[in-house]
């Protein structure tokens, strides 16, 4: 099963959501947006206590990673903060960012997404991928028919769901081994196989 690795989104700008006016595949990889500089690996949620901590949504699977970082990126400026510690809290990280020493100067960065440069990615196993190099992609069947781009990776908790906007309008494909054949990131693409009652 094609699984995501960390729910690291590009931000909206970078996205993808481009329909190709093509009926048959290209001999050159389609075009498809820069990847995003920094990828987000949690949300600050509110301040946690006086001293300027913050209570963070995680969003990767790899919460001891925080414990690796020396900065982190806030904001859609991705203002660069020195993370002075880290610790975890019920499912949830608490960061103590340098200068962030209030607790109004923790509330001013609620909301914000904590992301990291994306040469600090951790590295993936055989068919992992971060959301960034799935959205974009040119979906065609293994019977030749371009179905569209992915614009969305959606995470239902059985398996991940990729949504394709193309010709056929909005179509879901389940990202499980039956439907999803091949993931071609070289060559701007997925090849799927559309199982009974897919579409």
Not at 92 to 99: I, S, V
Request: proline share 6%; with cysteine; charged share 30%.
């Amino acid at each position: 099963m094609q699984r995501i690795a960390d729910q690291l989104r590009p931000r909206k700008s970078q996205g993808s959501g481009a329909k190709s006016s093509s009926s048959e595949p290209s001999s050159s990889p389609p075009s498809r947006p820069e990847p995003p500089r920094y990828l987000a690996i949690g949300k600050v949620l509110r301040p946690w206590g006086v001293r300027g901590e913050v209570k963070v949504e995680i969003l990767t699977d790899w919460p001891e990673r925080f414990a690796l970082l020396e900065y982190v990126y806030l904001g859609d400026e991705a203002v660069r903060y020195h993370l002075e510690r880290f610790r975890l809290h019920r499912g949830f990280a608490l960061l103590k960012l340098e200068g962030c020493d209030t607790r109004s100067a923790a509330e001013a960065l609620r909301d914000q997404l904590v992301q990291i440069a994306r040469e600090e990615a951790m590295p993936l196993e055989e068919d992992e991928y971060y959301v960034y190099q799935i959205e974009g992609l040119e979906v065609w069947t293994d019977e030749g028919e371009m179905l569209g781009r992915v614009v969305e990776v959606l995470f239902t908790g059985a398996n991940e769901v990729y949504v394709v906007h193309g010709p056929r309008g909005e179509v879901l494909i389940p990202a499980i081994a039956d439907v999803v054949l091949q993931v071609d990131l070289a060559g701007g693409r997925l090849v799927v196989h559309l199982i009974d009652g897919l579409i």
